[in-house]
């Protein structure tokens, strides 16, 4: 029997404008699998996050997550995106909401929650990343590091079935970093499927199942982490990684 | 009589005053309808404006851009005389009151759709993006997180629009509407005496003195996050 | 509905009156334009004296000229100044009266710009030796005046919008030559006319403002 992937991604091909950034990238993604993609910056990482959750419209392909056709018109994208929790680069949370209002919006909304359940769930989802404590404060009072777990709180809240990260910690001063990778190791053991794009080399190296390399709009060469680090088969890669290294 | 005496006596007359005070007070009545009128569809036009626009329809944009630029060149006075000595040439003969509360609603809705719509534009794309993929609607993401920012950095010039606006129903004088300034002008030429046009000025510090200071705290309010 | 308001006859008929109009009200602007920003200049240098016993008067001051509509500061002085035996005509009352009234909103202006100019800049001006007046009209003025440029321009557009008030005390410009001329064809086209051409004057200047407005407002953030 063929192994059902959770994410399936096919032939996706991405232009803005004259830029032609995705040039046909497949990517499967198994249940329970930690997937890090790597790569240059304009290698197409992000563009590819942003196509399986559609926030970018691919020019071509097809992408099918957790069963549903992602790009099929009559699909209920809102409905299919609660399935596919996303976190950004720069947190993104609604500033003009406390950390309990970010949370539970979404679930009040899109969920259908009512207003003491979502609360109930968001408190839930705010003591997982180990913030019960600053549910009623702004995002404004928050540092970094608590901002962007807020944000994996109003993701997982929705308990999503694929988890995407666009570098989560790349906005980050460098003490903070600790805290998410922190969540993120402890979301992986609950056995969540989750995609990051991040230039954390040493979170990939133990806590990834398969590291994908992307360069110039495609996917260059993936393996488990030790294959691809220490003895990557394409120059290109090896190039990366030995600039990565000497940091 | 001292010089003083004389300037009081006649730019206060107390006679004058107590006689004219009533016609002041209906003044001041018509004033105040015709400020909350254009306020409400002023704003409410201008809010709808700019929630059309932000759906992106390119031919619809432009009209929208148009009717804007047009009612922001030119002046009140003028539309108010265009829409009042010029419309029944037509066929419809608004009234006085009507013609000044529609003019002065379409330049209010022309301003505030341009500072609702830049405080929209204002806003990240990062917000749009995070409440879209938890699957909030466009609708819900206008309504749920971009519109509450958006009206927090547009209240300060907002504010001061609006008054500046609302004050120009003074120019509905010209056309014969029985506002304040109308009620003192002609007051003034029934008693030979200007105290009633001083009573007006009074009238329309009364008014709008409070609204000006108020508009001065919000300004000081809602500027925290600079 | 052509023939009722852009009636070719009229038009050229009308074309010189309204012609005139358009001239004076050029005039008027050129005159008001200054002369407000003049009094705003003087009202913001003077509350940039921090004290309180002059910045509070002058708040008071120009928060009284923004609630007062202009209008009625402009008939106040038409229509009551002959009762106490001073007759000045149209013409100075507009004067007079943007003096006063616009001045106060170019006031607010500068006196918002002063403030954008961070204290450093003063400080470091005064210790290079130049004196107050100095720092404030070589250093601190200039990055002002920048600063709120968009601001100042709107203001400006709405003068010369305001100027058609001159048509209510008999001040030969653009829309009381429209009415005359449109009292005398018994046909709207004149105002239109005069319409037209606030609008072809105006509206570059709106569409620059939109443009440094949105700029302007996404900046806040």
């Given at each position: 029997m063929v192994q059902k992937h959770i994410v399936e991604a096919r032939g996706i091909h991405k232009h803005f404008g004259p830029l032609h950034v995705l040039k046909g990238v497949d990517l499967q993604v198994d249940e329970r699998e930690l997937v890090f993609v790597i790569g240059p910056s304009g290698s197409g990482k992000s563009t590819l996050l942003r196509c399986l959750n559609r926030l970018e419209e691919p020019s071509s392909g097809s992408v099918v997550v957790d069963g549903i056709d992602m790009l099929d018109p009559k699909t209920d994208i809102n409905h299919a995106r609660q399935r596919i929790g996303m976190v950004f680069q720069s947190f993104n949370l609604y500033p003009h909401m406390t950390a309990l209002g970010n949370v539970t919006l979404a679930l009040r909304k899109v969920a259908g929650k009512s207003r003491a359940e979502a609360d109930t769930l968001a408190r839930k989802a705010l003591e997982r990343v180990g913030l019960a404590d600053r549910a009623d404060h702004t995002p404004g009072q928050l540092s970094g590091g608590q901002q962007q777990r807020v944000a994996i709180a109003r993701s997982i809240a929705l308990e999503p079935r694929v988890m995407l990260f666009d570098e989560p910690t790349s906005a980050l001063d460098p003490e903070l970093v600790g805290s998410v990778l922190e969540v993120m190791r402890s979301l992986r053991e609950t056995g969540m499927t989750m995609i990051v794009v991040s230039h954390e080399m040493g979170f990939a190296r133990n806590a990834a199942d398969r590291v994908v390399f992307m360069d110039d709009g495609l996917i260059v060469e993936q393996g488990p982490p030790a294959a691809i680090f220490e003895n990557p088969a394409h120059e290109r890669t090896r190039a990366f990684i030995g600039q990565i290294q000497r940091h | 009589m001292g010089g003083w005496d004389r300037f009081v006596e006649t730019f206060f007359n107390a006679k004058v005053m107590a006689k004219y005070l009533p016609d002041i007070l209906s003044g001041m009545v018509v004033t105040i309808e015709l400020a909350l009128l254009i306020v409400v569809t002023g704003l409410g036009a201008g809010l709808a404006l700019a929630l059309l626009r932000s759906l992106g329809i390119r031919p619809l944009n432009w009209l929208i851009i148009f009717i804007v630029d047009l009612f922001r060149s030119l002046p009140?006075?003028?539309?108010?005389?265009?829409?009042?000595?010029?419309?029944?040439?037509?066929?419809?003969?608004?009234s006085g009151f009507v013609s000044t509360w529609l003019s002065l609603a379409l330049v209010l809705m022309a301003f505030s759709e341009e500072i609702f719509w830049a405080g929209i534009t204002?806003?990240?794309?990062?917000?749009?993006?995070?409440?879209?993929?938890?699957?909030l609607s466009y609708g819900q993401t206008l309504f749920n997180v971009i519109l509450p920012q958006a009206f927090r950095l547009t209240i300060p010039p907002l504010t001061n629009r609006t008054i500046a606006i609302t004050k120009g129903t003074a120019l509905g004088t010209v056309v014969a509407v029985t506002e304040i300034l109308g009620q003192a002008s002609s007051a003034v030429s029934n008693s030979y005496n200007p105290s009633p046009l001083m009573m007006g000025a009074a009238a329309y510090i009364v008014l709008f003195f409070p609204v000006v200071v108020a508009a001065r705290w919000i300004e000081t309010k809602f500027a925290w996050k600079r | 509905m052509i023939q009722t308001f852009f009636n070719l006859d009229i038009i050229v008929a009308a074309w010189p009156i309204v012609m005139s109009g358009l001239w004076n009200t050029i005039l008027l602007s050129l005159i008001v334009v200054p002369l407000g920003l003049f009094g705003g200049l003087i009202l913001a240098l003077l509350a940039s004296i921090r004290h309180p016993l002059v910045r509070w008067p002058l708040m008071a001051w120009v928060d009284f000229f923004r609630a007062f509509p202009p209008l009625v500061l402009l008939v106040l002085l038409f229509a009551g100044l002959p009762f106490a035996g001073l007759e000045l005509g149209g013409f100075a009352c507009v004067a007079i009266a943007f003096f006063l009234n616009t001045g106060s909103y170019y006031g607010e202006i500068f006196r918002a710009g002063i403030d954008s100019v961070p204290n450093g800049q003063v400080e470091a001006a005064r210790s290079t030796g130049l004196s107050r007046m100095q720092a404030m009209r070589y250093v601190v003025l200039p990055q002002a005046v920048r600063n709120v440029l968009?601001?100042?321009l709107s203001n400006t557009l709405e003068v010369v919008k305001l100027t058609s008030l001159g048509s209510v005390v008999a001040v030969p410009e653009l829309l009381y030559e429209a009415r005359q001329a449109q009292s005398l064809t018994y046909n709207p086209t004149p105002i239109v006319m005069a319409a037209v051409i606030y609008f072809l004057i105006l509206w570059p200047l709106v569409r620059l403002l939109s443009r440094l407005e949105n700029r302007a407002l996404a900046g806040r953030r």
């Open positions: - | 009140p006075l003028v539309i108010i005389v265009l829409m009042y000595f010029g419309l029944p040439y037509a066929g419809p003969s608004p204002s806003i990240p794309r990062g917000q749009w993006e995070a409440s879209r993929s938890t699957g | 968009p601001d100042l």
